[in-house]
């Protein structure tokens, strides 16, 4: 049996004003080609289809144009479930209808002992939940975090086990030691939201949603899927794709499948005047653009310089302004200086350049008259 396993394709969003939506018909696109070649006995998409709980129009089409096309057109069974960024209600309109097409949409906690199966593989579902929904579905008040909510679920969920079967859990959470990214909402504010990996080891297999980053965590029978596409920068250079889980006579492969996105994020370090014409070394102009630099305090409005450059630019830092390190050990050394010295200094290490003369005798002349009381 092959299952695909995908998640967190995050519909609709918007990074720093700028919509995604483009790229992600793309990528859908690469991945149904991707299909065709795999021909899989099922789908599996691990939570956060959308990026908000009330998604536009054009992402909810783009949705229903590629479920039909897996689903419908290619016969292929999709499971889904419900990730922190999806509204429940929502995505799960017409669930009972669509499983005559063998398109299961679980969002919820009472299905989660109820296992889908599909040629001889049982498929458990634990949509995301908060810990106040589990606290009320179980009518528990001493479940007060991830770890307890979790470890309920799973105990409630051990009790329809069948382990003659292959058993697969498919959940939208973190895995303690996972690699965050900064676009990754929080589950919860205020409490540790990790799960100890020893938790799931009643399933044979674990396909997660959440976390961005394809290779989170290093175990043996649990993975992420990963995000179809880079939605921070902080995601810079991570793999984007999907995994394909083979399995025969109880043995399990897994393997990462990257795709190739429209446009990548790139992060560019270096002189404002060597971005401007063009001398920094930049993979691709229309990549979308974080520009790191340095020697632009001079310019009026250089986000709109670049973007007549690089169309695609997104973010702009001036690095001359980043403090890593301290100029001065401790205040004794600075009082050693006298003022002059001292704005020179700070001037120095925030332009990498010395006063001009004109400066010079311009700072002279304001610092003479500040201290001979003047207005200056």
Not at 20 to 38: G, K, P, V
Not at 56 to 67: C, D, F, M, R, S
Not at 135 to 157: G, M, N, R, W
Not at 319 to 348: A, H, L, R
Request: proline residues 3%; glycine residues 4%.
């Amino acid at each position: 049996m092959k299952v695909i396993h995908t998640g967190d394709w995050h519909l609709g969003k918007i990074l720093n004003g700028k919509s995604l939506l483009e790229d992600q018909a793309y990528i859908l696109d690469q991945f149904i080609n991707s299909m065709h070649n795999e021909q899989p006995d099922v789908i599996v998409i691990a939570g956060d289809l959308y990026d908000t709980s009330y998604p536009n129009k054009e992402a909810i089409q783009l949705l229903e144009k590629t479920i039909n096309k897996l689903n419908l057109e290619m016969h292929i069974p999709l499971i889904i479930i419900s990730g922190n960024h999806d509204g429940k209600e929502r995505l799960d309109y017409g669930s009972r209808w669509f499983e005559r097409s063998q398109f299961y949409i679980r969002t919820r906690l009472e299905d989660m002992n109820k296992p889908i199966s599909i040629n001889g593989i049982d498929f458990y579902t634990m949509p995301f939940a908060t810990i106040n929904e589990i606290q009320d579905y179980f009518s528990d008040d001493s479940i007060t975090t991830h770890q307890q909510a979790v470890s309920k679920c799973l105990k409630y969920i051990q009790q329809s086990i069948n382990n003659e079967n292959i058993n697969i859990l498919i959940g939208h959470l973190t895995v303690q030691g996972g690699i965050r990214s900064e676009s990754e909402r929080p589950l919860t504010i205020g409490t540790v939201e990790s799960v100890e990996e020893d938790t799931f080891n009643m399933f044979d297999k674990v396909m997660l949603g959440h976390l961005h980053h394809p290779f989170s965590i290093n175990s043996d029978f649990i993975n992420y899927s990963g995000s179809l596409l880079q939605y921070s920068f902080s995601e810079v250079n991570q793999a984007k794709g999907y995994r394909r889980v083979e399995i025969e006579e109880h043995q399990i492969k897994d393997q990462f499948i990257p795709l190739k996105p429209r446009r990548e994020l790139e992060v560019v370090e270096g002189d404002y005047e060597d971005a401007i014409h063009e001398r920094l070394a930049i993979k691709n102009k229309e990549n979308y653009l974080h520009f790191k630099l340095k020697h632009m305090s001079h310019v009026t409005d250089p986000m709109m310089h670049l973007k007549q450059i690089y169309k695609n630019t997104l973010a702009l830092t001036n690095q001359s302004f980043e403090f890593n390190t301290s100029i001065y050990q401790s205040d004794e050394e600075i009082q050693k200086f006298e003022d002059e010295t001292i704005i020179k200094k700070f001037y120095e290490e925030i332009t990498d350049e010395t006063l001009t003369s004109a400066q010079n005798d311009k700072l002279n002349y304001i610092l003479n008259d500040f201290l001979n009381g003047g207005d200056a």
